[in-house]
């Protein structure tokens, strides 16, 4: 397992990669930040994170990028006890943690309204492709994880971002060229 000070200078060396950064990450917990359902276990358990989480959410918040959460989880109790329990409660500007049928839309409105951040200046990690798909259809670019977030797919949440930047700006250079 590798250590979080290793994985959060590996991000904050990816970061400076990019000349555009996402002004809001947002992560799923259940299978993306964590491995397990919060509605399998109870708030008086012992969580831990996926190995490259920790570093990757520090390094977000030290490159200046804002952090949320969109989870449907139905035990909210035990969601917020173990982010209080693994210490990076108060690392997220909100935190959208409810059952819902959605597929998350609800979960984005509320983060839209809560942070002012535009859709198309989000990055999300979900380990569901139903989210993922929706809220894409939303102008968030969203990117699907296997096994929890890691560096592979902040990577690729990282270069998506920027290629989604980049057409949005050539489609409005076309209008105003027009």
């Not at 970061?15 to 109870?42: A, G, H, K, N």
């Not at 942070?115 to 989000?122: K, S």
């Amino acid at each position: 397992m590798e250590d979080d000070d290793g994985v959060k200078k590996e991000a904050m060396e990816m970061l400076s990669e990019f000349q555009v950064l996402p002004r809001l990450v947002v992560f799923d917990l259940d299978y993306t930040l964590w491995p397990f359902y919060c509605d399998c276990l109870t708030k008086y358990d012992t969580p831990s994170l996926f190995p490259h989480a920790r570093g990757i959410l520090c390094a977000l918040k030290d490159k200046g990028v804002d952090i949320a959460i969109a989870s449907r989880s139905p035990t909210l109790d035990v969601a917020e006890s173990f982010l209080e329990k693994l210490g990076i409660k108060s690392m997220f500007v909100t935190q959208e943690i409810f059952a819902s049928w959605t597929h998350k839309t609800d979960h984005f409105q509320k983060i839209n309204n809560t942070t002012g951040v535009p859709y198309n200046e989000m990055l999300f990690f979900d380990d569901e492709d139903r989210n993922i798909v929706t809220v894409s259809k939303m102008g968030v670019t969203s990117i699907l994880v296997d096994n929890g977030v890691n560096l592979v797919a902040l990577r690729r949440g990282l270069s998506e971002y920027s290629q989604n930047r980049s057409s949005s700006e050539k489609n409005k250079q076309r209008w105003f060229n027009f």
